[in-house]
């Protein structure tokens, strides 16, 4: 059995992330302080698949940039769950992970001794305008093809987003109403519709 390593959500984003840079194939397993279970498949490095408890796929990022410490251990070459085409990129899930953390404490990650100034970046939506109005724009392209509905949806799937949200958020928020839709060319077009507005 690989050996197990104690780790916060920091922790979490740091083993991600190199594992990412060293391009691993495995199941990285996690145990939460509440002894709840989260898995991460990684292929060459890449998320493919992820889970919370019962709960797989991007629904899980939520409950997961909840924790505060887990034991982590990785099994080399060895896949617990199916891969997820839906899945946000590994930059996205490290980057939203990343900033739940900078939520919490009220700083940003530390990298190499260094404290990155907390500033717009291009990972933050690039509008003139707040979490609320792009709840609103998302509401009112999505209502179109999911009813009086899409605004709990919305709300639901944006619940934990920072303000200004990043891109990262909404994309998140997106690949879950396009789920719901369960039509890939009408997601596409509500994609279309909230980027063009938002832009």
């Known amino acids: 059995m690989p050996p197990s390593q104690d780790i916060d959500l920091t922790g979490l984003v740091?083993?991600?992330a190199e594992h990412r840079r060293k391009r691993?194939?495995?199941t990285l397993f996690l145990v939460?302080?509440?002894?709840?279970?989260?898995k991460l498949v990684l292929q060459e490095g890449v998320i493919g698949a992820l889970s919370y408890q019962s709960i797989r796929g991007q629904q899980a990022l939520n409950p997961?940039?909840?924790i505060n410490s887990c034991k982590a251990r990785f099994y080399q070459g060895v896949k617990l769950?199916?891969?997820n085409p839906s899945l946000p990129?590994?930059?996205e899930i490290i980057e939203l992970l990343g900033d739940s953390h900078n939520q919490a404490s009220g700083q940003p990650l530390e990298r190499g001794g260094k404290t990155p100034p907390r500033t717009a970046?291009?990972?933050t939506l690039q509008m003139a305008s707040s979490l609320d109005a792009l709840r609103d724009i998302l509401v009112e392209e999505a209502t179109e093809l999911l009813g009086p509905f899409a605004r709990v949806l919305c709300d639901r799937y944006l619940e934990t987003a920072t303000d200004p949200p990043l891109q990262a958020q909404l994309q998140?928020?997106?690949n879950a109403l396009a789920q719901d839709i369960n039509d890939p060319e009408k997601s596409r077009q509500l994609a279309h519709r909230v980027m063009q507005r938002i832009g």
């Open 14 to 16: 740091e083993l991600i």
């Open 24 to 26: 691993d194939t495995g």
């Open 32 to 38: 939460t302080d509440r002894n709840e279970t989260i």
């Open 64 to 66: 997961i940039r909840q």
């Open 81 to 83: 769950l199916p891969v």
């Open 89 to 91: 990129s590994t930059d």
């Open 121 to 123: 970046t291009k990972n």
């Open 172 to 174: 998140l928020a997106l």
